[in-house]
């Protein structure tokens, strides 16, 4: 049997083996730790809008680990309040889907309120969801969306229902917006 050379507490020696397995046991420690630090945390996520939110809430839930969500069907900015569980829940990240239920003529100062809303509870990483391409998706809005100066996740092209507004499926518009939540 190997020995330290010296003396324990009680003048008897201590045995390297024992001293090696203390060793190691506190590298695979130390390493563990390291490794729990560096993995990134998936984001608290919420969303809130209009009949969008309504139909990407749901898929969204399947994808997003961390999520919460509210929609209500024609909600406009005009007369939007944010939701009271948002300061509560705490996300890092807010998903807000409005607009579309605007017209032609989108009010600026509509949107800029919601944000201070948010804002005001302490959140700051905000993105806005354009909504889909097609008949009542304008370049106004678009437009109006670019100078609010907030992260967007762009519109897309999807097949629409027969009410030519809403998707025939949310599916792969709720799997784009994951994608762009896990890319930061």
Do not use: C
């Not at 139909?55 to 909600?75: H, I, S, T």
């Not at 009271?84 to 100062?109: E, Q, Y």
């Not at 992260?151 to 994608?179: F, G, K, M, N």
């Amino acid at each position: 049997m190997a020995y330290v050379a010296g003396r324990g507490r009680r003048g008897g020696e201590i045995p390297w083996k024992a001293l090696a397995g203390i060793g190691l046991i506190l590298g695979a420690a130390a390493a563990l730790m390291r490794a729990k630090r560096s993995e990134p945390k998936a984001p608290r996520v919420a969303l809130i809008g209009d009949s969008y939110a309504v139909g990407l809430g749901p898929e969204l839930q399947k994808l997003l680990p961390d999520f919460k969500f509210e929609g209500r069907v024609g909600a406009g900015t005009h007369s939007y309040l944010v939701p009271s569980w948002i300061a509560a829940f705490k996300p890092t990240l807010v998903l807000v889907s409005l607009g579309v239920n605007d017209g032609a003529d989108p009010h600026r100062n509509d949107y800029v309120e919601i944000l201070r809303q948010l804002y005001a509870t302490g959140l700051s990483n905000i993105v806005w969801i354009e909504p889909p391409v097609g008949p009542r998706f304008t370049l106004r809005l678009h437009n109006l969306l670019a100078t609010l100066g907030v992260r967007i996740i762009p519109a897309v092209t999807t097949p629409l229902a027969t009410d030519r507004l809403h998707p025939s499926s949310y599916v792969p518009w709720a799997q784009e917006i994951a994608r762009a939540v896990a890319n930061g």
